[in-house]
């Protein structure tokens, strides 16, 4: 298969993780050869628009901008009253106040304002979690000669992507961290590992294929390409470089012993999500039924957690690490990457 546009020199690609990155992580793995990334789901488009000005003044290098396709859903007052009713003990715990959970979505789906950002900065790639943007506005997408990826967890999930316009398609496994892709289905029984799904993802389309989850280290990446991947996204091995912004609690976290246990949960987001399994989700269950859909549980658990890390607590924190999190390297991402690299060809 041809090498695509979108592989820079490198076949990696930094995977987007809102919240615990901004244009620096995805400009240092730029500059190092591989495809930096930048998640805008959780950002205005004035701030997406800063943080793409400071991206393309760091690297004259190709970059990938990511957007999330969900619907925003209708709140349910009686279902956020009850959320709130179950962490309130936490939050008298943490001594958190009640009075300062937000409204809203805290996390955007694509949109027109979103596609006259991109139409400005015109990025070598968009990519989309939960499915594609309606058609016109991934046409607008596509007229700026972006490359356009998207996450399949399925088989058929990847054969809807190839079908709607993807030009090549992310296989997430289910070792990956933070949260999945799914978009058909939200049966968790339909969720396969990276090197099952990926080989079958592979055999089904004709784009390329980016294998993603659980891969942390140069074997993990000759193993994902030895099975058919054009390239490989990595997210989780890049927390503790000092380009992140992973907060301290954080940090702390995947550099112990606890890095070794993640679960998926809905309790932070309303959406399945991987990360460290801590107090509030093996108190409260991994799906509680009372939590809002997603992305309005974020909005309860917002000032618990803020309240909790103040004082160093991870406990209610949405710690999200994929499986091999006890990988995680302390170093700068451009280490990280040529790291990384050495399992694009031959054996260590």
């Known amino acids: ?67 999330f396709c969900h619907t925003i859903p209708a709140a349910i007052p009686d279902r956020e009253r009850d959320w709130a009713e179950l962490l309130a003990p936490y939050y008298r715990e943490v001594g958190a106040d009640p009075a300062t959970i937000p409204t809203g979505a805290s996390r955007k789906p694509f949109d027109e304002d979103s596609a006259s950002v991109i139409e400005q900065f015109r990025p070598a790639v968009v990519s989309f979690h939960y499915g594609l943007p309606a058609p016109e506005l991934l046409d607008r997408i596509k007229a700026t000669g972006a490359s356009i990826l998207s996450s399949a967890t399925t088989i058929d999930e990847a054969l809807w992507l190839q ?17 999945r892709g799914h978009f058909l289905s939200d049966d968790l029984t339909l969720q396969q590992g990276t090197f099952s799904l990926l080989p079958q993802i592979a055999e089904a389309v004709s784009v390329p294929v980016i294998a993603a989850g659980g891969i942390a280290t140069p074997s993990g990446v000759r193993a994902a390409l030895t099975l058919g991947a054009t390239a490989v996204q990595i997210g989780t091995a890049y927390l503790l470089a000092p380009e992140a912004t992973t907060r301290s609690v954080h940090r702390e976290w995947l550099a112990s012993a606890r890095a070794r246990h993640t679960a998926l949960t809905t309790l932070f987001s309303g959406r399945p999500a991987r990360g460290m399994v801590n107090r509030l989700m093996e108190e409260l269950g991994y799906f509680p039924a009372q939590t809002p859909d997603f992305p309005l549980a974020g909005n309860a658990n917002g000032p618990l957690r803020a309240a909790a890390e103040a004082a160093g607590n991870g406990d209610f924190s949405p710690l999200w690490a994929g499986q091999f999190a006890a990988a995680c390297r302390s170093a700068p991402a451009t280490e990280i990457t040529r790291w990384l690299a050495t399992g694009c060809s031959g054996p260590n």
């Open 1 to 67: 298969m041809t090498v695509p546009p979108f592989i820079s020199r490198l076949p990696l690609i930094q995977a987007p993780m809102a919240g615990v990155q901004d244009w620096r992580l995805a400009a240092a793995v730029c500059n190092a050869g591989a495809l930096g990334s930048l998640p805008a789901g959780m950002l205005a488009p004035a701030q997406l628009a800063e943080q793409l000005d400071q991206l393309q003044q760091a690297t004259p290098r190709p970059y990938n901008v990511n957007f």
């Open 163 to 179: 079908q709607h316009g993807a030009d090549a398609v992310i296989a997430q496994g289910l070792e990956a961290g933070g949260h």
